[in-house]
C-alpha cells in the first residue's frame, strides 16, 4: 500500500471485485472474455478474440476496459517510483497532497531528484558550513590586519609629526637658549663696563674731594697762621 498512488495490487483486487458473482462458471467465462477487452489510446474500447465474439454478452466491457487501464498505469507508475531510488517521503515533498498519476509521475521524479542533487548531504553540508566559517574566519582576521595596519600607520604618521614638533620645539628652545646667553653675556658686559665706569668716576670724584680738601686744609693753615700772627702783632702794639 502506498500513499502516493493505489498499487497493482489494490488495482488488481478491485478489478476482480468488480467482476466476480460467486458464480465459478460465471466468473470463469468473464475472465476468459476480459482478457481480450482493453482501453485503446483513442478511449474506444477494443475487443480481440474471444471478447470480440461474444461482445453482446459483455455489456460491461468499458467499466472492465477503464479497470484495466488503471492497473496498467499503476504498474508503469510503480515501476517508476521503484526505479527513481527515492523515498515516498522525498516524492511527497514535491508531489503535495495530490496522487501520483501517470502524467505527471515522470516530472515529479525528475523534479525530486534535480532537488535532492542541488540540496547537500550532512557530510556535505558540515563541509559547505567549515568553508563559509573558514572563509569568515579569514575575512574577519584580514578586516583586523587591515584594522591594526591603519592603525600602526596611524601612530606611525602620529608619532612622526610628534617628533616633527619636539624638534621645531627643541630648535626654538636652543633659538631662545642662545639668545638669552647673548643677551645675558651683553647685560654681563653692559653692566661690567658700568661697574668699571662707576668705579672710574668715584675715584675721578675721590681724588677731586682730597685735592680740595687738601686745598682747604692748606688755607686753613694759613688762616690760622695769618690770626696767629696777627695776635703776636696786636700783642707787640698793646705793650
Known sequence: MSSLYETPAERAKRLSESTSTGNFFQDTFT?????????GEDGKVKRDGLAWWLQSLTPGARSIAEQKKDLENSRI???????????????????????????????????????RAEKPTPLQQSQ??????????????????NTIAQGNLELSRTTAANNMTLAANQMELARLDNKFDRET??????????LAQMDSELADKRMAYDRETRAMDKRDRMIAQLMSGLGSLGGAFAL
Open 185 to 194: 653675556a651683553s647685560a654681563d658686559r653692559n653692566l661690567t663696563l658700568r
Open 128 to 145: 559547505i558550513t567549515r568553508g563559509i566559517n573558514a572563509d569568515n574566519l579569514a575575512n574577519t582576521n584580514a578586516a583586523n590586519a
Open 77 to 115: 507508475i510503480e515501476r517508476q517510483v521503484q526505479d527513481s531510488g527515492l523515498t515516498e517521503s522525498q516524492i511527497r515533498d514535491e508531489l503535495g497532497d495530490g496522487k501520483l498519476t501517470v502524467g505527471n509521475v515522470a516530472g515529479t521524479i525528475a523534479e525530486s531528484r534535480r532537488k
Open 31 to 39: 475472465d476468459a472474455v476480459s482478457s481480450g477487452i482493453s482501453l
